[in-house]
T-cell receptor
Framework: GAVVSQHPSWVICKSGTSVKIECRSL??????MFWYRQFPKQSLMLMAT?????????EQGVEKDKFLINHASLTLSTLTVTSAHPEDSSFYIC???????????FGPGTRLTVT | GQNIDQPTEMTATEGAIVQINCTYQ??????LFWYQQHAGEAPTFLSY????GLEEKGRFSSFLSRSKGYSYLLLKELQMKDSASYLC????????????FGSGTRLLVRP
């Protein structure tokens, strides 16, 4: 149980285009989902906290107009990278909190390459 | 401010024991997590400590001292597949349950 999926697993896009990444909790309801970014050989940096039915809370330094987060249901959150640039190339990982549990379950990640 | 420190890299021998330390200074504390991450993959949960002491789970154990802001992950009977990054993460004491990750420790297990 407690499986989180992400789609796509990898994507290549041209500079200036937008890319949407989906994060789904497959067998549980997630009131809270988190979006992280990870550059090579670095740790996970929290980008934003997404609560179902409300606006996402962004970490300091993360542009909310560039990284659009929508948490429309208890099983789906989406991250849209708008007007992507090469510096946005990274590994994007989502996690979902199981109910009131302290545990977060991570998705397999999406590798974004912007050319 | 927030500060979570871990050694950058460690090397150990197959069959041996290795201890990975983590020190933290955060504005709040509501638990400390250890995750394992293989290259190009998502982190997988290893352990959670919220009270002082040692939590043992098979070959993996985790220790916490809240007064010292210190934790360690102990890996016994090392196997080659244990070569990975080990991430220490602190949950701050608020309602969001967000995690603040350390920089991670890359462990290389040699034959």
């Amino acid at each position: 149980g407690a499986v989180v999926s992400q789609h796509p697993s990898w994507v290549i896009c041209k500079s200036g285009t937008s890319v949407k990444i989906e994060c789904r909790s497959l067998d549980f309801q997630a009131t809270t989902m988190f979006w992280y970014r990870q550059f090579p050989k670095q740790s996970l940096m929290l980008m934003a906290t997404s609560n179902e039915g409300s606006k996402a809370t962004y970490e300091q330094g993360v542009e909310k107009d560039k990284f659009l987060i929508n948490h429309a249901s208890l099983t789906l959150s989406t991250l849209t990278v708008t007007s992507a640039h090469p510096e946005d190339s990274s590994f994007y990982i989502c996690s979902a909190r199981l109910g009131r549990s302290y545990e977060q379950y991570f998705g397999p990640g999406t590798r974004l390459t912007v050319t | 401010g927030q500060n979570i420190d871990q050694p950058t890299e460690m090397t150990a021998t197959e069959g041996a024991i290795v201890q990975i330390n983590c020190t933290y200074q955060t504005s709040g504390f509501n638990g400390l997590f250890w995750y394992q991450q293989h290259a190009g993959e998502a982190p997988t949960f290893l352990s959670y400590n919220v009270l002082d002491g040692l939590e043992e789970k098979g070959r993996f154990s985790s220790f916490l001292s809240r007064s010292k802001g210190y934790s360690y992950l102990l890996l016994k009977e090392l196997q080659m597949k244990d070569s990975a990054s080990y991430l220490c993460a602190v949950r701050e004491e608020d309602s969001s349950y967000k995690l603040i990750f350390g920089s991670g420790t890359r462990l290389l297990v040699r034959p």
